[in-house]
Nanobody, 115 residues
Framework: QVRLVESGGGLVQTGGSLRLSCAAS????????MAWYRQAPGEQREMVAN???????NYKNPVKGRYTIYRDNTRSTIYLKMNSLQAEDTAVYYC?????????WGQGTQVTVSS
């Protein structure tokens, strides 16, 4: 059974930083494309950043230069380092794994940015 567990969310002031983690189990992690999505209140879920098996990365425009996604295959974990956080970054952040043509989601972790 595939399981994704996010952690690292919390309350931070504008301009602050957080690092999210997503620990995966039940799959060949080194063969899974991974991504972070987020969903703000009243908004649709959107992709924030993804990292492929070959470590190629893509970012949504508003987070380019502020967020960094990376993976540690030895720990079956991906991370999202978020700097210069703004109020608009407030959302529930979800980890997603694409493995053998299926998508698996974590339960999400709340990030709240206050002024």
């Amino acid at each position: 059974q595939v399981r994704l567990v996010e952690s690292g969310g919390g309350l931070v002031q504008t301009g602050g930083s957080l690092r999210l983690s997503c620990a995966a189990s039940g799959l060949r992690f080194d063969r899974a494309n991974m991504a972070w999505y987020r969903q703000a209140p009243g908004e649709q879920r959107e992709m924030v950043a993804n990292i492929a098996v070959d470590t190629v990365r893509n970012y949504k425009n508003p987070v380019k230069g502020r967020y960094t996604i990376y993976r540690d295959n030895t720990r079956s974990t991906i991370y999202l380092k978020m700097n210069s956080l703004q109020a608009e970054d407030t959302a529930v952040y979800y980890c997603i794994a694409n493995f053998q043509s299926r998508n698996y989601w974590g339960q999400g972790t709340q990030v709240t940015v206050s002024s």
